[in-house]
Every structure is written in structure tokens, then in C-alpha cells.
């Protein structure tokens, strides 16, 4: 199994992650994302045969420009479909397969443990800022963000309210911030 450090240095840092209401613009949204960026195919408002077509179609264009692709089902999903990995809850990640990417979600201090246990690659930590699929939800902010990022012994991802500028305020020090988007890429 690769290291952290190793996972790291070969995780994009630039996200977009399918939904119902970015479906038409997919191909285009995934066409202009620089060339090895990552794509995350959730699609839950579709049942099994169309979400596997519509996967299919995705994957290629994604695969066209280089970028990862991550299924958000089951290892064994993701594996027959031909994702590069798999997305969700930390306790969904299991049982471990070495040879995919795992991508967790989170949204507080308990579940980035959680995804330390159970050894994910990046942590998705969410929401960052207001969004559109939950305009009045509470929200991490900036300083949050960054204090719970530390405790994330993966690469943290930043989602909720994303785009270039929100990402660019998370950034410190020159660092560059991993971040994914919904609307914010589509």
C-alpha cells in the first residue's frame, strides 16, 4: 500500500462531482477541466442500468483528458465499472482495497477520524461555504475549515460553496487548496 505522502503527490487538486442538476453539462464541464483533474460520478437520481450508461458515457470523456475517476457505490462497483476508486462515508470504504483510491466524506471532527481510521486517501470536508443544495445549512468557514483539516491524516479536499476565489481564500502561505465543486465547476 503507498503511503500518504505518495497518494498525495498524485491526487488532483481540482474536483467536479456529478449531480441531477449538472447532469447536461458533464461532457462540457469535464472537457474544460485541466488535464488530470478528478471527477467523482454519484448520480443517485438514476436507477442502476441508466446510472451505469451514464457512467460509461462520463468515464470516457473523463479518461479522454487524464483525470481520476471515483465511483460513489461499492468497491466491488467501482472495480466492475472501472472507476479509480470509491466515495463516500468513511465506514462505507470498507472492506479496504489497496489497489483503489477510498475518498470519505466529512463534516466534522468525529468522521475525519473515522476516515483516519479506516485509512482513507483524501477526506472531502464539507460544507465550506453556503451552497446551493442547502443555502441556510450551518457551514464550516474558513478558519474551521483549515482547524479541521489538520486532524485529517489524508489530504483534505474542501466542498460546499466552492469555486476558484473561495478556493484561493483557503489557500495559506502559498499553499494550494484541494477543492471540489458542484455548480462551482459546471
Request: one cysteine or more; aromatic letters at 6%; proline letters at 5%.
Amino acid at each position: 500500500m503507498a503511503s500518504h505522502q505518495t497518494i498525495a503527490a498524485g491526487l488532483p487538486n481540482l474536483w467536479l462531482i456529478s449531480d441531477a442538476r449538472n447532469d447536461t453539462g458533464l461532457e462540457q464541464a469535464l472537457r474544460a477541466l485541466p488535464r488530470g483533474s478528478g471527477f467523482i460520478y454519484r448520480h443517485y437520481h438514476l436507477g442502476d442500468p441508466a446510472r451505469w450508461e451514464r457512467f460509461r458515457t462520463l468515464r470516457k470523456v473523463a479518461k479522454a483528458r487524464g483525470h481520476v475517476v471515483i465511483l460513489a457505490d461499492s468497491a466491488l462497483n467501482a472495480r466492475e465499472w472501472g472507476a479509480d476508486g470509491i466515495y463516500g462515508p468513511a465506514r462505507s470504504l470498507t472492506p479496504r482495497r489497496s489497489d483503489m483510491l477510498h475518498l470519505a466524506t466529512a463534516h466534522n471532527l468525529n468522521e475525519i477520524g473515522l476516515a483516519n481510521r479506516f485509512g482513507a486517501n483524501a477526506v472531502l470536508l464539507s460544507p465550506v461555504f453556503p451552497t446551493r443544495s442547502h443555502p441556510s445549512g450551518k457551514v464550516l468557514g474558513t478558519t474551521r475549515f483549515q482547524s479541521l483539516s489538520q486532524y485529517s491524516h489524508a489530504p483534505v479536499i474542501a466542498l460546499g460553496g466552492m469555486n476558484a476565489q473561495r478556493a484561493k481564500r483557503l489557500a495559506c502561505r502559498n499553499h494550494s487548496v484541494r477543492w471540489a465543486a458542484i455548480d462551482g465547476l459546471s
